[in-house]
């Protein structure tokens, strides 16, 4: 393999660890940190490559997704108990 395939295949690595790091909902720039690039660079690369920016969208909308169904996983069981709290009035059967 040569030197140039080989940096291609790192820079695939690196972009499907990005990807699979906005995914699990981590931030751009935490995700950039993971793969060990900058965000001006995937910035830039999704700026050139129309397929990278897809798949970038993609991995955003699902990482929203996988948030939002954190977000709510953390309040049910608050939620529940506020039900469960409130006060009974003693006049009622």
Do not use: C, I, W
């Amino acid at each position: 393999m040569t030197a140039f395939h080989e940096e291609e295949a790192a820079d695939r690595r690196r972009a499907e660890v990005f990807l699979e790091a906005l995914r699990a909902g981590e931030t751009v720039a935490h995700a950039a940190a993971r793969a060990g690039v900058s965000t001006t660079a995937l910035y830039r690369h999704r700026k050139r490559n129309a397929l990278f920016a897809q798949l970038m969208e993609q991995a955003q909308k699902a990482g929203r997704e996988t948030r939002a169904r954190d977000r709510e996983r953390r309040r049910a069981p608050f939620r529940a108990m506020r039900y469960r709290l409130v006060p009974r009035d003693p006049q009622d059967p």
